[in-house]
């Protein structure tokens, strides 16, 4: 089984179906991708391809790594959200629990108040989702 196969069949189905739900009922928001802290990819919206999920979870995972490390250093106050806003996008990424974080990247069109809004509802419904069904344990490899 392949690493990245591994660190995703230890989260349950429905994280795809949140994702595709934020890209659907925003208009202005393109992708979606959960992430753990090191970058691996987890779960990503349709319409993301896989080299392209992972090239979006590394730059989250490098902006969140980032703030947290900033944040950590102005006495101990987590960082809850990241917003980088470039000419043809805006990158979203938030802490999701259990050692996960949710980037959203949406158009440059796109009003910031409502991405980050909805990031941080979705973020609720992450949260839930992996406190109502925890990591799967990994399975052991076969005895020899």
């Known amino acids: 089984m392949t690493e990245h ?5 230890r989260f349950p189905d429905g994280l795809d179906c949140l994702l ?4 659907l009922r925003v208009g202005d928001v393109r992708h979606a991708v959960v992430l753990f802290g090191d970058g691996a ?21 490098g902006f969140h ?3 947290v490390g900033a944040a950590g250093r102005r006495r101990g106050r987590a960082a809850r959200q990241t917003m980088v806003e470039t000419g043809v996008g805006n990158l979203f990424v938030a802490a999701a629990g259990e050692g996960s974080c ?3 990247l949406s158009a440059a069109t796109a009003d910031p108040a409502l991405i980050a809004s909805e990031t941080a509802r979705l973020v609720e419904r992450i949260e839930e989702h992996l406190r109502t069904h925890p990591c799967l344990p990994e399975t052991p490899a076969a005895p020899a």
């Open 5 to 9: 196969r591994r660190i995703a069949a």
């Open 20 to 23: 595709d739900d934020l890209v």
């Open 41 to 61: 990819t987890v779960s990503s919206s349709r319409g993301l391809n896989r080299r392209d999920a992972e090239q979006l979870a590394a730059m989250a995972s």
């Open 65 to 67: 790594g980032l703030v």
């Open 102 to 104: 949710l980037a959203v």
